[in-house]
């Protein structure tokens, strides 16, 4: 019974996250107004018919802006991910492979770009008898990185990748509230938050 609401919840999650990702690719499609376009005369309307989600305070599409919100924020939360997670994991498998002066100073960078999970899963992986099988039979160190290594990590990297995409969600949103973020015409979650917060 538990696993069954575990496994539910797993599922809700992921159909939502889908969802989530195909309203943000498809904004230009499903949006009925143009995000950035002022129309005075339909400042601040409330939810209706024409306007699913109203208009802001420059008479803009609300339902229209947070699609392409979706859009923006998403690509920079995936950009940004994708970036530190190639680079960990490399250098994670490098540090825990070679260790010595080598694991010492890729530790260093990779505390930095806060990616040493990947290091610590390496870690625990090299010293796996599978790993001395394959450096006894011969495999070179490109082999046993590619074909021993990495795929042993990338099912924890997946789970911690899915986790960090909301935190830099959260973070990109954070940083627009707080006047740090997009231009003001750009649709984007957390400056549409940070220009809502006034007419509320």
Known sequence: MIKRKK?????????????????????????????????????????????????????????????????????????????????????GIIAGYFGGIIDTLIMRIADVLMAFPGTVLVLSLISSPFIEQAK?????????????LLPNVIPSLLVLISQDIGNKLLAIAGLSLLGLGSQPSTPEWGFMLSEGKNYI
Do not use: C, W
Request: aromatic share 8%; proline share 2%.
């Open 7 to 91: 496994d539910m919840a797993l599922l809700l999650s992921i159909i939502s996250a889908i969802i989530l990702v195909l309203l943000a690719v498809f904004a230009g499609n499903l949006s009925p107004f143009d995000p950035i376009e002022t129309n005075y005369a339909n400042m601040l309307v409330a939810s209706n018919s024409e306007f699913l989600l109203g208009t802001d305070q420059l008479g803009r599409d609300m339902f229209s802006r947070v699609l392409h919100g979706g859009k923006t924020s998403l690509l920079i939360a995936f950009s940004v991910t994708a970036i530190i997670s190639v680079t960990g994991i490399i250098l």
């Open 136 to 148: 006894l039979g011969g495999a070179s160190t490109f082999k046993i990185l590619k074909t021993y």
